[in-house]
Protein backbone atom coordinates (compact mmCIF):
# COMPACT_ATOMS: atom_id res chain seq x y z
CA UNK A 1 0.00 0.00 0.00
CA UNK A 2 0.74 3.58 -0.65
CA UNK A 3 2.97 4.62 2.53
CA UNK A 4 0.95 7.22 4.80
CA UNK A 5 1.53 10.49 7.27
CA UNK A 6 0.03 10.34 10.66
CA UNK A 7 0.62 13.51 12.61
CA UNK A 8 -0.01 13.09 16.36
CA UNK A 9 -0.31 16.33 18.58
CA UNK A 10 -0.51 15.37 22.19
CA UNK A 11 -1.50 17.43 25.49
CA UNK A 12 -1.02 17.69 29.01
CA UNK A 13 2.63 16.15 29.89
CA UNK A 14 2.54 13.29 27.37
CA UNK A 15 5.45 15.16 25.52
CA UNK A 16 7.53 13.93 28.21
CA UNK A 17 7.53 10.22 27.08
CA UNK A 18 8.90 11.56 23.87
CA UNK A 19 12.66 11.43 22.62
CA UNK A 20 12.30 15.19 21.12
CA UNK A 21 10.03 16.60 23.82
CA UNK A 22 8.08 18.37 21.36
CA UNK A 23 4.35 18.45 21.28
CA UNK A 24 3.64 17.67 17.95
CA UNK A 25 5.51 14.09 16.09
CA UNK A 26 4.86 12.52 12.33
CA UNK A 27 5.01 8.80 11.95
CA UNK A 28 5.38 7.63 8.26
CA UNK A 29 3.71 4.36 7.66
CA UNK A 30 3.87 1.56 5.51
CA UNK A 31 1.27 -0.80 6.64
CA UNK A 32 -2.49 -0.63 8.31
CA UNK A 33 -1.85 0.46 12.07
CA UNK A 34 -3.61 1.13 15.28
CA UNK A 35 -3.69 3.30 17.42
CA UNK A 36 -2.27 2.33 20.03
CA UNK A 37 1.05 0.75 18.28
CA UNK A 38 1.29 4.21 17.02
CA UNK A 39 1.23 6.10 20.34
CA UNK A 40 3.48 3.49 22.12
CA UNK A 41 5.93 3.24 19.16
CA UNK A 42 6.13 6.76 20.08
CA UNK A 43 6.98 5.87 22.96
CA UNK A 44 4.10 6.73 24.92
CA UNK A 45 2.18 3.96 27.51
CA UNK A 46 -1.58 3.41 26.57
CA UNK A 47 -1.86 3.57 30.18
CA UNK A 48 -1.16 7.07 29.65
CA UNK A 49 -3.78 8.27 26.93
CA UNK A 50 -7.17 8.90 28.53
CA UNK A 51 -9.12 10.50 25.24
CA UNK A 52 -8.14 9.79 21.73
CA UNK A 53 -9.64 12.33 18.88
CA UNK A 54 -9.84 12.19 14.86
CA UNK A 55 -11.59 14.94 13.25
CA UNK A 56 -13.07 16.09 16.55
CA UNK A 57 -14.22 12.13 17.55
CA UNK A 58 -13.30 9.56 20.20
CA UNK A 59 -11.84 6.48 18.94
CA UNK A 60 -10.26 4.30 21.19
CA UNK A 61 -7.04 2.52 20.89
CA UNK A 62 -7.47 -0.61 18.46
CA UNK A 63 -9.11 2.14 16.12
CA UNK A 64 -7.01 1.26 12.80
CA UNK A 65 -5.85 3.64 10.53
CA UNK A 66 -4.86 3.48 7.24
CA UNK A 67 -4.70 6.81 5.07
CA UNK A 68 -3.21 10.09 6.30
CA UNK A 69 -4.89 11.15 10.08
CA UNK A 70 -4.29 13.50 12.59
CA UNK A 71 -5.00 12.26 15.88
CA UNK A 72 -4.90 14.21 18.89
CA UNK A 73 -3.52 12.49 22.18
CA UNK A 74 -5.29 13.54 26.00
CA UNK A 75 -3.46 12.48 29.10
CA UNK A 76 -5.74 11.59 31.97
CA UNK A 77 -5.19 14.54 33.96
CA UNK A 78 -5.94 17.22 31.24
CA UNK A 79 -6.98 20.16 32.89
CA UNK A 80 -9.48 21.84 31.23
CA UNK A 81 -10.88 19.05 29.17
CA UNK A 82 -13.95 17.66 30.17
CA UNK A 83 -15.78 16.64 26.98
CA UNK A 84 -16.26 13.15 25.80
CA UNK A 85 -16.89 11.76 29.23
CA UNK A 86 -18.15 8.74 27.90
CA UNK A 87 -15.34 8.10 25.29
CA UNK A 88 -12.43 8.36 28.63
CA UNK A 89 -10.04 5.49 27.83
CA UNK A 90 -8.90 4.53 31.25
CA UNK A 91 -10.69 3.56 34.31
CA UNK A 92 -10.38 6.17 37.24
CA UNK A 93 -12.10 3.51 39.49
CA UNK A 94 -9.03 0.65 39.78
CA UNK A 95 -8.87 0.28 43.79
CA UNK A 96 -6.58 -2.61 43.32
CA UNK A 97 -2.24 -2.36 42.54
CA UNK A 98 0.50 -4.29 41.96
CA UNK A 99 4.11 -2.39 41.53
CA UNK A 100 7.52 -3.40 40.24
CA UNK A 101 10.46 -4.62 42.16
CA UNK A 102 11.98 -1.54 42.88
CA UNK A 103 9.25 0.29 44.41
CA UNK A 104 8.97 -1.20 47.87
CA UNK A 105 9.01 2.50 49.82
CA UNK A 106 6.09 3.41 47.97
CA UNK A 107 4.11 0.20 48.80
CA UNK A 108 4.91 0.49 51.95
CA UNK A 109 3.61 4.02 52.30
CA UNK A 110 0.24 2.85 49.99
CA UNK A 111 -0.37 -0.25 52.61
CA UNK A 112 -0.07 2.43 55.76
CA UNK A 113 -3.05 4.21 54.05
CA UNK A 114 -5.28 1.28 53.61
CA UNK A 115 -4.46 0.83 50.23
CA UNK A 116 -4.15 -2.85 48.67
CA UNK A 117 -0.81 -3.29 46.74
CA UNK A 118 0.64 -6.59 45.86
CA UNK A 119 4.29 -6.44 45.95
CA UNK A 120 7.40 -9.57 45.39
CA UNK A 121 10.51 -7.92 44.72
CA UNK A 122 11.80 -11.64 43.22
CA UNK A 123 8.67 -11.25 40.70
CA UNK A 124 10.01 -11.44 37.14
CA UNK A 125 7.91 -8.82 34.35
CA UNK A 126 5.68 -11.69 33.10
CA UNK A 127 4.46 -12.60 36.53
CA UNK A 128 3.80 -9.14 37.25
CA UNK A 129 1.91 -8.89 34.02
CA UNK A 130 0.01 -12.23 35.54
CA UNK A 131 -1.22 -10.74 38.24
CA UNK A 132 -2.25 -7.14 36.91
CA UNK A 133 -4.72 -9.48 34.13
CA UNK A 134 -5.57 -12.22 36.43
CA UNK A 135 -6.39 -9.75 38.95
CA UNK A 136 -7.38 -6.73 37.84
CA UNK A 137 -4.76 -4.77 39.43
CA UNK A 138 -3.28 -1.40 37.93
CA UNK A 139 0.25 -1.88 37.53
CA UNK A 140 2.83 0.28 39.18
CA UNK A 141 5.95 1.31 37.76
CA UNK A 142 8.47 3.62 35.94
CA UNK A 143 9.27 0.92 33.56
CA UNK A 144 7.50 2.19 29.84
CA UNK A 145 8.07 -1.33 28.60
CA UNK A 146 5.85 -2.98 31.09
CA UNK A 147 3.28 -1.16 30.57
CA UNK A 148 3.41 -0.97 27.18
CA UNK A 149 2.64 -5.19 27.56
CA UNK A 150 -0.51 -6.41 25.64
CA UNK A 151 -1.94 -7.78 28.92
CA UNK A 152 -1.66 -4.80 30.98
CA UNK A 153 -4.79 -2.82 30.79
CA UNK A 154 -4.69 -0.59 33.72
CA UNK A 155 -1.09 1.07 35.15
CA UNK A 156 0.63 4.45 36.02
CA UNK A 157 3.80 5.73 34.91
CA UNK A 158 5.34 7.01 38.15
CA UNK A 159 6.56 10.72 36.99
CA UNK A 160 8.46 11.59 40.27
CA UNK A 161 11.45 9.51 41.75
CA UNK A 162 10.94 10.79 45.18
CA UNK A 163 8.60 8.62 47.21
CA UNK A 164 6.38 11.28 49.10
CA UNK A 165 5.25 12.88 45.41
CA UNK A 166 5.17 9.16 44.17
CA UNK A 167 2.43 8.50 46.73
CA UNK A 168 0.35 11.50 46.52
CA UNK A 169 0.81 10.93 42.27
CA UNK A 170 -1.47 7.61 43.11
CA UNK A 171 -3.82 8.79 45.32
CA UNK A 172 -4.58 11.71 42.69
CA UNK A 173 -4.24 9.28 39.59
CA UNK A 174 -6.56 6.71 40.97
CA UNK A 175 -8.33 9.23 43.39
CA UNK A 176 -8.22 7.45 46.43
CA UNK A 177 -8.65 10.01 48.57
CA UNK A 178 -12.15 8.62 49.92
CA UNK A 179 -10.79 5.45 50.32
CA UNK A 180 -8.27 5.72 52.81
CA UNK A 181 -7.88 3.42 55.68
CA UNK A 182 -4.79 3.79 57.49
CA UNK A 183 -3.74 1.04 59.95
CA UNK A 184 -6.23 -1.21 58.37
CA UNK A 185 -3.43 -3.74 55.91
CA UNK A 186 -0.34 -5.18 57.05
CA UNK A 187 2.37 -3.38 55.75
CA UNK A 188 4.39 -7.01 55.50
CA UNK A 189 2.23 -9.01 53.66
CA UNK A 190 -0.78 -6.82 52.39
CA UNK A 191 -3.21 -8.75 54.10
CA UNK A 192 -5.91 -6.65 56.10
CA UNK A 193 -5.46 -6.39 59.98
CA UNK A 194 -8.26 -7.42 62.19
CA UNK A 195 -8.58 -6.58 65.98
CA UNK A 196 -7.62 -9.45 68.29
CA UNK A 197 -8.14 -9.55 71.97
CA UNK A 198 -4.69 -9.34 74.08
CA UNK A 199 -5.43 -12.74 75.22
CA UNK A 200 -4.81 -14.08 71.82
CA UNK A 201 -1.51 -12.46 71.45
CA UNK A 202 0.13 -12.17 74.22
CA UNK A 203 2.43 -15.05 74.01
CA UNK A 204 3.69 -13.35 71.20
CA UNK A 205 4.65 -9.90 72.88
CA UNK A 206 7.54 -8.99 74.56
CA UNK A 207 7.03 -8.66 78.51
CA UNK A 208 6.91 -4.65 78.58
CA UNK A 209 4.18 -4.52 75.99
CA UNK A 210 2.19 -7.20 77.48
CA UNK A 211 1.95 -4.43 80.57
CA UNK A 212 1.68 -1.15 79.04
CA UNK A 213 -0.54 -1.94 75.93
CA UNK A 214 -4.47 -3.35 75.65
CA UNK A 215 -5.25 -3.27 72.27
CA UNK A 216 -4.10 -5.33 69.34
CA UNK A 217 -4.40 -5.90 65.94
CA UNK A 218 -3.09 -9.07 64.00
CA UNK A 219 -2.64 -9.19 60.25
CA UNK A 220 -5.21 -11.93 58.78
CA UNK A 221 -2.31 -13.43 56.18
CA UNK A 222 0.66 -13.33 58.03
CA UNK A 223 -0.14 -13.25 61.76
CA UNK A 224 1.80 -10.35 62.20
CA UNK A 225 0.73 -8.25 65.35
CA UNK A 226 0.05 -4.69 65.77
CA UNK A 227 -0.21 -2.16 68.64
CA UNK A 228 0.53 1.36 68.97
CA UNK A 229 4.24 1.11 70.34
CA UNK A 230 6.73 3.73 70.28
CA UNK A 231 7.15 3.27 66.01
CA UNK A 232 3.57 4.03 65.93
CA UNK A 233 4.19 7.83 66.26
CA UNK A 234 6.02 7.85 63.48
CA UNK A 235 3.64 5.97 61.28
CA UNK A 236 1.18 8.67 62.45
CA UNK A 237 3.66 11.42 61.94
CA UNK A 238 4.14 9.55 57.99
CA UNK A 239 0.30 9.53 57.44
CA UNK A 240 -0.55 13.19 58.40
CA UNK A 241 2.44 13.95 56.04
CA UNK A 242 0.91 12.23 53.41
CA UNK A 243 -2.72 13.66 54.22
CA UNK A 244 -0.88 17.26 54.14
CA UNK A 245 1.31 16.48 50.36
CA UNK A 246 -2.14 15.21 48.98
CA UNK A 247 -4.21 18.08 50.32
CA UNK A 248 -1.18 20.61 49.16
CA UNK A 249 -1.23 18.85 45.47
CA UNK A 250 -4.81 19.36 45.23
CA UNK A 251 -4.76 22.87 45.95
CA UNK A 252 -2.58 23.67 43.43
CA UNK A 253 -3.15 21.38 40.65
CA UNK A 254 -6.75 21.26 41.28
CA UNK A 255 -8.70 19.14 38.59
ZN1 LIG B 1 0.77 -9.69 57.13
Known amino acids: MTPFAVRLTFHGDLSRFLRSKLVNAERQLGERTSVKDIIEGCGIPHTEVDLLLIDGRPVDFAHVLGAETAIEVYPVDASGITSFPE ?11 VADGHLGKLVRDLRLLG ?7 TAEDRQLVRIVAEQNRAILTRDRRLLMHSAVRHGYYLRSQNRLNQTVEVLRRFDLNGVLAPFSRCLRCNAPLEQVEKTHVIDQLEPLTRIY ?22 LVRRVEEMRASLAKSSSENPR
Open 87 to 97: NRLQVPEIRKF
Open 115 to 121: IDVAYDT
Open 213 to 234: YDRFRRCSGCGQVYWSGSHFDK
